[in-house]
């Protein structure tokens, strides 16, 4: 098994060079071979730590560690070299895999260099208002004072609340810079490039978007609605990403989804759980946040019914000047 000192004392020791070295010293070239034997090797590795943990002072513990680790190493390129893999082409994959998951990536302003009316709003609020119906909820959204896009209910035979499912879409505005659909609701289609509109503002990329948001949904009950971050796992982010792998959503890093798919949670169960409420979107800082409606307090006790929701100073200045302009 031992590969030449020549080699192993040779400066920049590569994972090819190294790969070479193990096939030079691989007598049995055998797949059942290295799989049985990097299994045998990870158990002495866990044998190490086991006299470590029993002994206490374990004087040769780095000696002995650094040989079962450099013996898994070599079973595991032989493996590799079996199958018809490259061991730096593994290793560069791997680590690209570990920077997607563990990097806060950067802040893309997709729409950057388009005229100002097909970029979405740096900063804007959405309210959401619930509209009993005899058999259902309906939720309509609103923006700047005016009503966007179709009322929605759930859709559902049972109520699960997802006519606040916007929410979703909301969080990967902010927290992605990306979402087609919102883009649609807002009017901000990048019609001045026609590929763009096409390809990344269009119907195609509008499904996508939310099949991915109906898919994490029909997940959420088995993952504690992702209460903790922990439940949104590398197997789930990594089927997300590849729901939209052509698209330009996919410079952003699985971090990032991580946390547009949080967020967009923590705010779903809050006008949920409400019934309505005010989001609020920074696209510069990626962050999004809910703000109950207020309510004026019913004279004549506790007992009678409430008034009409009043709105945040800002919507309602919104409302009016939309008004006005109507006028």
């Known amino acids: 098994m031992p590969i030449r000192t020549s080699l192993i004392k040779a400066r920049g020791l590569t994972f090819a060079r190294y790969q070479r070295g193990v096939n030079e010293t691989d007598e049995k070239k055998g797949l059942l071979v290295a799989l049985l034997g990097l299994v045998g090797e990870l158990g002495d590795v866990q044998t190490i730590f086991k006299r470590r943990l029993e002994v206490g002072l374990y004087p040769n513990f780095q000696k002995d560690m650094s040989e079962e680790i450099g013996d898994t190493l070599w079973y595991l390129a032989s493996l590799a070299s079996r199958v018809g893999l490259r061991l730096e082409d593994v290793a560069a994959q791997n680590i690209s895999k570990a920077r997607q998951l563990h990097s806060l990536g950067e802040t893309f302003r997709f729409d950057r260099g388009f005229p100002k009316d097909e970029r979405l709003p740096r900063?804007?609020?959405?309210?959401?208002?619930?509209?009993?119906?005899?058999?259902?909820?309906?939720?309509?959204?609103?923006?700047?004072?005016?009503?966007?896009?179709?009322?929605?209910?759930?859709?559902?035979?049972?109520?699960?609340?997802?006519?606040?499912?916007?929410?979703?879409?909301?969080?990967?505005?902010?927290?992605?810079?990306?979402?087609?659909?919102?883009?649609?609701?807002?009017?901000?289609?990048?019609?001045?490039?026609?590929?763009?509109?096409?390809?990344?503002?269009?119907?195609?990329?509008?499904?996508?978007?939310?099949?991915?948001?109906?898919?994490?949904?029909?997940?959420?009950?088995?993952?504690?609605?992702?209460?903790?971050?922990?439940?949104?796992?590398?197997?789930?982010?990594?089927?997300?990403?590849?729901?939209?792998?052509?698209?330009?959503?996919?410079?952003?890093?699985?971090?990032?989804?991580?946390?547009?798919?949080?967020?967009?949670?923590?705010?779903?169960?809050?006008?949920?759980?409400?019934r309505g409420g005010i989001v609020s979107l920074d696209l510069d800082k990626a962050s999004i946040s809910?703000?109950?409606?207020?309510?004026?307090?019913?004279?004549?006790?506790?007992?009678?019914?409430?008034?009409?929701?009043?709105?945040?100073?800002?919507?309602?200045?919104?409302?009016?000047?939309?008004?006005?302009?109507?006028?």
């Open 123 to 274: 900063q804007f609020d959405v309210v959401f208002e619930e509209k009993p119906l005899r058999r259902s909820v309906q939720v309509k959204i609103i923006v700047g004072g005016v009503f966007v896009g179709d009322a929605l209910t759930d859709n559902a035979m049972k109520d699960d609340g997802y006519r606040y499912h916007d929410a979703f879409h909301l969080a990967y505005a902010s927290c992605l810079g990306w979402s087609p659909v919102i883009r649609a609701l807002l009017r901000r289609k990048r019609k001045s490039d026609s590929k763009v509109d096409e390809v990344e503002d269009g119907a195609r990329a509008i499904i996508v978007e939310e099949a991915i948001s109906i898919f994490l949904f029909n997940q959420a009950k088995s993952r504690n609605e992702y209460r903790e971050q922990n439940a949104i796992d590398i197997s789930l982010l990594k089927t997300v990403r590849s729901m939209c792998g052509n698209l330009e959503v996919s410079r952003c890093t699985a971090k990032q989804w991580r946390s547009a798919i949080y967020s967009g949670y923590q705010i779903f169960r809050a006008l949920r759980d409400n």
């Open 290 to 327: 809910y703000t109950p409606i207020r309510t004026k307090r019913p004279k004549g006790g506790s007992h009678a019914r409430s008034s009409r929701p009043r709105l945040s100073k800002r919507v309602a200045r919104g409302r009016k000047r939309a008004s006005e302009e109507r006028g």
